[in-house]
Nanobody
Framework: VQLQASGGGLVQAGGSLRLSCAGS????????MGWYRQAPGKEREFVAA????????YYADSVKGRFTISRDNAENAVYLQMNSLKPEDTAVYYC??????????????WGQGTEVTVSS
């Protein structure tokens, strides 16, 4: 499974961005997926996750109500709609895939990140 994140950029506080993660590999559409982020000088942290079916979704408390994770299995893509962005959302965002269809927070495939900068 190969993953490529895109859609990052510079946005003002209160604005929106939509990140995309394109996957390749025959098993991609059956993987649970997640988004993580890493801000400068900080550890990588969980943002959101989605199962293959259902789908079931999970969010970090810091983004709940502002971010929405979704997926299009036919297109081998996962999205992260980010609304009401805050300066503290500034980070490099990574998409990741699990080996199976259920969210277990055990990611084995990681894409290169896309940078999001939120100005105040």
């Amino acid at each position: 499974v190969q993953l490529q994140a895109s859609g990052g950029g510079l946005v003002q506080a209160g604005g929106s961005l939509r990140l995309s993660c394109a996957g390749s590999g025959r098993a991609f559409s059956r993987n649970a997926m997640g988004w993580y982020r890493q801000a400068p000088g900080k550890e990588r942290e969980f943002v959101a996750a989605i199962s293959w079916r259902g789908p079931a979704t999970y969010y970090a408390d810091s983004v709940k109500g502002r971010f929405t994770i979704s997926r299009d299995n036919a297109e081998n893509a996962v999205y992260l709609q980010m609304n009401s962005l805050k300066p503290e959302d500034t980070a490099v965002y990574y998409c990741a895939a699990e080996v199976g269809p259920v969210v277990k927070f055990e990611y084995i495939y990681w894409g290169q990140g896309t940078e999001v900068t939120v100005s105040s």
